[in-house]
T-cell receptor, first 116, second 116 residues
Framework: GAGVSQSPRYKVAKRGQDVALRCDPI?????LFWYQQALGQGPEFLTY????????KSGLPSDRFFAERPEGSVSTLKIQRTQQEDSAVYLC??????????????FGEGSRLTVL | GNSVTQMEGPVTLSEEAFLTINCTYT??????LFWYVQYPGEGLQLLLK?????DKGSNKGFEATYRKETTSFHLEKGSVQVSDSAVYFC???????????????FGKGTLLTVNP
């Protein structure tokens, strides 16, 4: 596709359920990022991949959060045993530049997770 | 640590009014500075950027100047249009050796509504 695609757009989970959020980046983009955006806040960095390598996962809030990008393209963010504080919009972004540059990130529309 | 503080909204203007959205930052060294915009129903997209002091970023009639002495990057537009209604995010990436230049730190966002 032309842009970054995320699915599902909306997800409602009961507390304790596991969820998986998918990101399909722009074809050929080396770098992929996940951000978390709570209501009324700016996005906050979660993790960064360069191809299939997860180079930075310092923003993941707990060991219940796990991200992978096994073939260097599609990425999945998994949240185990969801808690109410996990409710947020999860944004994926991709870029054709690597970490030492200040190029543009292309964002998807996000996946809105609501944990009841 | 790095942080971005931007003017709280919402901001409501009439068409053709002058717009200023204030943004100040705290960072070590000389970060790169960005304005991202999120139109209704769309993903975040880069509006403009500046990578060093006194640089001016500009796009679509919007401008922002990197002011090191005041650690600011205020967004301005001389005459807003209804189509400019969106949420605007100020952001920075550090400019440190050894990477991490990809890690955007965002402000909370400012909702702009332009009425005809």
């Amino acid at each position: 596709g032309a842009g970054v695609s995320q699915s599902p757009r909306y997800k409602v989970a009961k507390r304790g359920q596991d969820v998986a959020l998918r990101c399909d980046p722009i074809s050929g983009h080396v770098s992929l990022f996940w951000y978390q955006q709570a209501l009324g806040q700016g996005p906050e960095f979660l993790t960064y991949f360069q191809n299939e390598a997860q180079l930075d996962k310092s923003g993941l809030p707990s060991d219940r959060f796990f991200a992978e990008r096994p073939e260097g393209s599609v990425s999945t963010l998994k949240i185990q045993r969801t808690q109410q504080e996990d409710s947020a919009v999860y944004l994926c972004a991709s870029s054709d530049i690597t970490g030492d540059d200040t190029g543009e990130l292309f964002f998807g529309e996000g996946s809105r997770l609501t944990v009841l | 640590g790095n942080s971005v503080t931007q003017m709280e909204g919402p901001v409501t203007l009439s068409e053709e009014a002058f717009l200023t959205i204030n943004c100040t930052y705290t960072a070590t060294g000389y970060p790169s500075l960005f304005w991202y915009v999120q139109y209704p129903g769309e993903g975040l997209q880069l509006l403009l950027k500046a990578t060093k002091a006194d640089d001016k970023g500009s796009n679509k009639g919007f401008e922002a100047t990197y002011r090191k002495e005041t650690t600011s990057f205020h967004l301005e537009k001389g005459s807003v249009q209804v189509s400019d209604s969106a949420v605007y995010f100020c952001a920075l990436t550090p400019k440190a050796s050894g990477g991490s230049n990809y890690k955007l730190t965002f402000g909370k966002g400012t909702l702009l509504t332009v009425n005809p």
